[in-house]
């Protein structure tokens, strides 16, 4: 069994910070990427970070410069450091792994809970 928890989020005036994190745990055998995508009322999910194993980052455009994705291989983790956040920013934000797990010979999409971020005065 495998599972992603994710802690972070909350309330946050515009222009500040927060940092989600997400460790997978369980029954892994190895982790390719991992990514965080968010979903606003009325919205499709969207991704908004990537990392591959490697470390190569890819970012939603409107959040390159203000956030940060980065993972701790060894603890299975993966960060979203979100700076200068703002209003529109607001959504629930979900974890996202690409992975193998031990039972199974093929990878396979994982989520975490979602976590609720938002930006408002």
């Known amino acids: 069994q495998v599972q992603l928890v994710v802690s972070g989020g909350g309330l946050v005036q515009p222009g500040g910070s927060l940092r989600l994190s997400c460790a997978a745990s369980?029954?892994?055998?190895?982790?390719?990427?991992m990514g965080w995508y968010r979903q606003a009322p009325g919205k499709e999910r969207e991704l908004v970070a990537a990392?591959?194993?490697?470390?190569?980052?890819n970012y939603k455009h409107s959040v390159k410069g203000r956030f940060t994705i980065s993972r701790d291989n060894a603890k299975n983790t993966v960060y979203l450091q979100m700076n200068s956040l703002k209003p529109e920013d607001t959504a629930v934000y979900y974890c996202?792994?690409?992975?193998?797990?031990?039972?199974?010979?093929?990878?396979?999409?994982?989520w975490g809970q979602g976590t609720q971020v938002t930006v408002s005065s």
């Open positions: 996202n792994a690409l992975l193998t797990p031990t039972y199974l010979g093929y990878e396979s999409n994982y």
């Open positions: 369980g029954s892994i055998f190895s982790i390719n990427a």
């Open positions: 990392i591959t194993s490697g470390g190569t980052t």
